[in-house]
């Protein structure tokens, strides 16, 4: 094994239900992943956070201004009903500027707090749905980021799949941001150098085993890299987070990558990876 070539397999979403959370934690006891990052503002936080300090695990917080509750609901962020906008509501009123940047600072700041109250050491972050790679989101809380020296994820791609106009333009956006990023804040302590999922080299696809393989393959010499996973085990409470009707595509590739996290051990053995977390590099 290449020594020099780093893999962080992080599950997102830990926190947003007890059956997501069961398939991340099933997926780190078979060693399947690395690491992962907790919704602070779902559910319930305290037995969240025991959760991951139970079983040892590595994690971040996966910082939610899309989903979970506010902790100001009357802030810009949110609906007359105190909600999160999703994330194109959001976007759209950043370009319209109707967003406070003081309010993504706030939660940012007091999500982060919630962490430290659970007796969560918090050295990285990364965010639901990418929001901390927009521009604007990320000038709200660089000041927390530079205070508290937290590394996050980020999205450069490993590569780009030319055959998938879709993907290839989100990955060309992902690259473009970096590049703002790293130059505008001069970002010299980023942890993952590159970034990449399954949906890098398909759209429409059945989930096996070999996929994970042939997007590492194409991913080698790269240093370090974050591989982003979502196994999810079913439930009526997630069918009550996610409309089955809207995400029944997404929903059943996470419960296939669910199981294939979570029935075999060591699956990434034999890559030409070594394995490791945001807390060990």
């Known amino acids: 094994m290449n020594n020099t070539n780093n893999l962080i397999i992080t599950a997102d979403d830990f926190g947003l239900c007890e059956s997501v959370n069961e398939a991340i934690v099933a997926s780190y006891l078979n060693n399947n992943i690395t690491n992962t990052s907790?919704?602070?503002?779902?559910?319930?936080?305290?037995h969240n956070a025991h959760l991951l300090l139970k079983y040892s695990m590595n994690y971040g917080m996966h910082f939610s201004i899309n989903r979970g509750t506010p902790f100001n609901k009357k802030s810009t962020l949110c609906d007359s009903d105190g909600n999160f906008f999703d994330r194109r509501t959001l976007f759209k009123k950043i370009l319209n500027r109707k967003i406070n940047k003081t309010d993504v600072e706030y939660e940012f700041k007091k999500q982060l707090e919630l962490c430290k109250q659970n007796n969560l050491k918090i050295s990285h972050f990364d965010s639901d749905n990418h929001v901390h790679f927009n521009p604007f989101i990320f000038n709200a809380i660089f000041p927390i980021i530079k205070e508290k020296k937290l590394s996050f994820r980020n999205l450069k791609p490993c590569f780009f799949n030319f055959k998938k106009g879709k993907r290839f333009v989100r990955q060309l956006v992902f690259l473009v941001l970096y590049n703002y990023i790293k130059k505008k804040?001069?970002?010299?302590?980023?942890?993952?150098?590159?970034?990449?999922?399954?949906?890098?080299?398909f759209d429409d696809?059945?989930?096996?085993?070999?996929?994970?393989?042939k997007l590492l393959q194409n991913s080698l010499e790269k240093k370090t890299i974050e591989l982003m996973v979502h196994p999810y085990f079913k439930s009526k409470e997630l069918n009550t987070i996610y409309p089955?009707?809207?995400?029944?595509?997404?929903?059943?590739?996470?419960?296939?990558?669910?199981?294939?996290?979570?029935?075999?051990?060591?699956?990434?053995k034999n890559t030409q990876f070594k394995l490791t977390s945001f807390n060990h590099l």
């Open 38 to 46: 907790i919704m602070i503002n779902m559910g319930d936080c305290q």
């Open 244 to 268: 089955y009707e809207k995400t029944e595509k997404f929903l059943n590739n996470c419960f296939v990558e669910g199981n294939i996290l979570t029935t075999k051990k060591n699956i990434f």
């Open 205 to 213: 696809f059945q989930y096996d085993e070999a996929n994970y393989f």
């Open 185 to 201: 804040f001069k970002i010299d302590h980023i942890k993952n150098k590159y970034f990449l999922s399954l949906y890098d080299i």
